[in-house]
C-alpha cells in the first residue's frame, strides 16, 4: 500500500494554496492513502473550504497554536532540551551568526515548529519503511520536520520551493532558517522554476543532484476569452493584495491614460480598501471592479463570460506566477514584470516582459502601446500564450508526471533499503 503524507501551510483550509486543488486528483491516482497535515492550522480554528479526494484525510499537530505565546514558550523550551533538535541547530549555527540573534529567534522559532511537525507524524500515523513518501509542499518549518523525522524512520521525503520559501532576500534579515541543510537531507527539491533552480545552484552547487524542475500547470476546460468590441480597454489583474503585489502602480499608470479602461482584480488581501479608496479617485474614464476571492474555476469562468484585453501582473517578487498560467491557458496575453521565474511564461510572442523598477509613467506607456497594436498582432500573441501553457504549463501533463516521480523516489528508496538489509 503506497501512503503519501502531505504537509500544507492551510490547505484545505481558508483560500490558501488553492492551485493545491488542482493537483490533488493527481496524487489521489498515484498513491492508496493521503494523509495532509495543514500545519498552520489548530484543531477547531477554521473551516474547511475545499473538497479533498475520497481517500485522503487531515490531520491536525498536536496541541499546537501559533498565536498562544504560553504554548509557544513551553514549545520553544521543549525544543531546547531536545538533543535531536540541539544537534540540527548546532549544525545551522554558521549561518545563524550571520544575522544576530533575530536570526537566532527565527531558527528557534522554526525548529520549535518542524518538532512539532515531527512529532505529530509518529502519533497520527503507524509509519513503515517501503510504503510512504513525504511531500512538503513548501520548504518551511514542515520540511525541516519532516527530514528530522526521516533521522529516525528510514523513509523517503520531498519537497517543493516556490518563491517565499526560496528567496532568502525577500525577508530582513536576508535568512531562511535551515534552508541549506534541509536541502542536503532530502531526497529530491522540486523546483518551480528554472531562475529557482539556478538560485540554489548557484548558492550551493554541491546540492545539484537533488534539485529538479517540476512546474506547476492549470486546467482549462475549452474556456476561451475574448478582446472587447465596445472601444473599451480591459485589464486584469488577479493576486493577492499585499504590498509585494505592487497594485498601486497600475492605479497610479490608469490616471495617465486618456482612454476608456476597465480594470477588474481578482483576489483579496490586507490592502483591499486602501486600494478602493484610491480607485474611487481614479478620473472618470476608468472604472474599476473588486471581485474578491474566486475559485480556479470562478476564475476561469469569469475569463469566459467577461471580455479581457490584457492581464497585468506588477509584482515585485515572483515564484513562477501560476495567475498568469491561469490566463494563458484562455488566450489572454500577459503584460508582466521581469521578477523571478516569469521570463519563463512571458516573452514578446506572447505579451511584454517589462523592468522590474517600472514607473507609473512607464507603465502608462506600455499599456497605451500594447492598446494601439494591431487586432492580429494581438491574436498572434493569444494564440502564443494558449501554446505556451498547452506545452509547459498544462496540469495534466506536469501533474501526472510529478505524481509518478514520487512514485519512483519511493520505490528507488524502498529498493535501496532492502539492498542494505541483503548485505548485513
Same mark, same amino acid.
Given at each position: 500500500? *503506497?501512503?503519501? /503524507?502531505?504537509?500544507?501551510?492551510?490547505?484545505?483550509?481558508?483560500?490558501?494554496?488553492?492551485?493545491?486543488?488542482?493537483?490533488?486528483?493527481?496524487?489521489?491516482?498515484?498513491?492508496?492513502?493521503?494523509?495532509?497535515?495543514?500545519?498552520?492550522?489548530?484543531?477547531? @480554528?477554521?473551516?474547511?473550504?475545499?473538497? /479533498?479526494?475520497?481517500?485522503?484525510?487531515?490531520? &491536525?499537530?498536536?496541541?499546537?497554536?501559533?498565536?498562544?505565546?504560553?504554548?509557544?514558550?513551553?514549545?520553544? /523550551?521543549?525544543?531546547?532540551?531536545?538533543?535531536?533538535?540541539? *544537534?540540527?541547530?548546532?549544525?545551522?549555527?554558521?549561518?545563524?551568526?550571520?544575522?544576530?540573534?533575530?536570526?537566532?529567534?527565527?531558527?528557534?522559532?522554526?525548529?520549535?515548529?518542524?518538532?512539532?511537525? #515531527?512529532? @505529530?507524524?509518529?502519533?497520527?500515523?503507524?509509519?513503515?519503511?517501503?510504503?510512504?513518501?513525504?511531500?512538503?509542499?513548501?520548504?518551511?518549518?514542515?520540511?525541516?520536520?519532516?527530514?528530522?523525522? *526521516? $533521522?529516525?524512520?528510514?523513509?523517503? %521525503?520531498?519537497?517543493?520551493?516556490?518563491?517565499?520559501?526560496? +528567496?532568502?532576500?525577500?525577508?530582513?534579515?536576508?535568512?531562511?532558517?535551515?534552508?541549506?541543510?534541509?536541502?542536503? #537531507?532530502?531526497?529530491?527539491?522540486?523546483?518551480?522554476?528554472? !531562475?529557482?533552480?539556478?538560485?540554489?545552484? $548557484?548558492?550551493?552547487?554541491?546540492?545539484?543532484?537533488?534539485?529538479?524542475?517540476?512546474?506547476?500547470?492549470?486546467?482549462?476546460?475549452?474556456?476561451?476569452?475574448?478582446?472587447?468590441?465596445?472601444?473599451?480597454?480591459? /485589464?486584469?489583474?488577479?493576486? +493577492?493584495?499585499?504590498?509585494? #503585489?505592487?497594485?498601486?502602480?497600475?492605479?497610479?499608470?490608469? =490616471?495617465?491614460?486618456?482612454?476608456?479602461?476597465?480594470?477588474?482584480?481578482?483576489?483579496?488581501?490586507?490592502?483591499?480598501?486602501?486600494?478602493?479608496? =484610491?480607485?474611487?479617485?481614479?478620473?472618470?474614464?476608468?472604472?474599476?471592479?473588486?471581485?474578491?476571492?474566486?475559485? !480556479?474555476?470562478?476564475?476561469?469562468? !469569469?475569463?469566459?463570460?467577461?471580455?479581457?484585453?490584457?492581464?497585468?501582473?506588477?509584482?515585485?517578487?515572483?515564484?513562477?506566477? %501560476?495567475?498568469?498560467?491561469?490566463? &494563458?491557458?484562455?488566450?489572454?496575453? %500577459?503584460?508582466?514584470?521581469?521578477?523571478?521565474?516569469? @521570463?519563463?511564461?512571458?516573452?514578446?510572442?506572447?505579451? *511584454?516582459?517589462?523592468?522590474?523598477?517600472?514607473?507609473?509613467?512607464?507603465?502608462?506607456? +506600455?499599456?497605451?502601446?500594447?492598446?494601439?497594436?494591431?487586432?492580429? $498582432?494581438?491574436?498572434?500573441?493569444?494564440?502564443?500564450?494558449?501554446?505556451?501553457?498547452?506545452?509547459?504549463?498544462?496540469?495534466?501533463?506536469?501533474?501526472?508526471?510529478?505524481?509518478?516521480?514520487?512514485?519512483?523516489?519511493?520505490?528507488?528508496?524502498?529498493?535501496?533499503?532492502?539492498? =542494505?538489509?541483503?548485505?548485513?
Amino acid at each position: 500500500m *503506497k501512503k503519501l /503524507i502531505l504537509l500544507t501551510h492551510q490547505y484545505p483550509f481558508n483560500q490558501s494554496e488553492a492551485f493545491l486543488e488542482t493537483e490533488i486528483p493527481f496524487l489521489s491516482q498515484a498513491f492508496d492513502e493521503i494523509h495532509i497535515f495543514p500545519i498552520n492550522i489548530s484543531k477547531g @480554528s477554521a473551516r474547511q473550504t475545499r473538497k /479533498i479526494p475520497s481517500n485522503a484525510s487531515i490531520h &491536525f499537530l498536536n496541541d499546537f497554536d501559533h498565536k498562544g505565546t504560553l504554548k509557544r514558550g513551553k514549545r520553544i /523550551i521543549s525544543t531546547l532540551f531536545d538533543t535531536q533538535s540541539m *544537534k540540527w541547530l548546532s549544525r545551522e549555527l554558521p549561518f545563524v551568526k550571520k544575522h544576530g540573534i533575530k536570526g537566532f529567534i527565527n531558527a528557534v522559532n522554526w525548529l520549535s515548529i518542524a518538532k512539532v511537525v #515531527k512529532d @505529530s507524524i509518529k502519533k497520527e500515523l503507524q509509519l513503515e519503511s517501503g510504503e510512504t513518501i513525504i511531500y512538503s509542499y513548501w520548504q518551511n518549518p514542515g520540511a525541516l520536520g519532516a527530514v528530522m523525522l *526521516k $533521522e529516525n524512520i528510514r523513509i523517503p %521525503v520531498v519537497s517543493r520551493a516556490h518563491g517565499g520559501d526560496l +528567496y532568502m532576500e525577500r525577508y530582513s534579515p536576508a535568512y531562511i532558517p535551515f534552508q541549506f541543510n534541509v536541502i542536503h #537531507k532530502l531526497n529530491q527539491l522540486f523546483l518551480i522554476s528554472q !531562475n529557482g533552480y539556478d538560485y540554489l545552484y $548557484e548558492r550551493d552547487q554541491t546540492i545539484g543532484s537533488v534539485l529538479e524542475i517540476s512546474r506547476l500547470g492549470t486546467l482549462n476546460k475549452n474556456i476561451k476569452a475574448a478582446f472587447s468590441d465596445d472601444n473599451i480597454f480591459r /485589464i486584469v489583474t488577479c493576486s +493577492y493584495m499585499v504590498p509585494v #503585489k505592487r497594485l498601486h502602480l497600475l492605479l497610479e499608470a490608469l =490616471k495617465l491614460v486618456d482612454f476608456q479602461v476597465e480594470w477588474r482584480h481578482i483576489g483579496g488581501g490586507p490592502l483591499e480598501e486602501e486600494l478602493k479608496e =484610491k480607485a474611487n479617485m481614479l478620473p472618470p474614464n476608468c472604472k474599476v471592479r473588486f471581485l474578491g476571492n474566486l475559485s !480556479n474555476t470562478e476564475v476561469l469562468e !469569469n475569463y469566459q463570460k467577461e471580455a479581457v484585453d490584457l492581464f497585468v501582473n506588477v509584482s515585485e517578487s515572483e515564484g513562477i506566477p %501560476v495567475s498568469i498560467m491561469e490566463a &494563458f491557458s484562455c488566450g489572454i496575453p %500577459v503584460m508582466a514584470t521581469d521578477v523571478g521565474g516569469t @521570463s519563463e511564461l512571458v516573452d514578446s510572442s506572447s505579451g *511584454k516582459l517589462i523592468e522590474k523598477d517600472i514607473t507609473p509613467e512607464s507603465l502608462a506607456n +506600455y499599456i497605451t502601446e500594447y492598446r494601439s497594436l494591431p487586432s492580429t $498582432e494581438k491574436q498572434k500573441k493569444s494564440t502564443s500564450a494558449f501554446t505556451i501553457w498547452n506545452t509547459r504549463f498544462n496540469a495534466v501533463l506536469n501533474y501526472q508526471d510529478f505524481s509518478t516521480r514520487l512514485e519512483n523516489i519511493l520505490e528507488n528508496a524502498n529498493e535501496s533499503q532492502q539492498q =542494505k538489509v541483503y548485505l548485513r
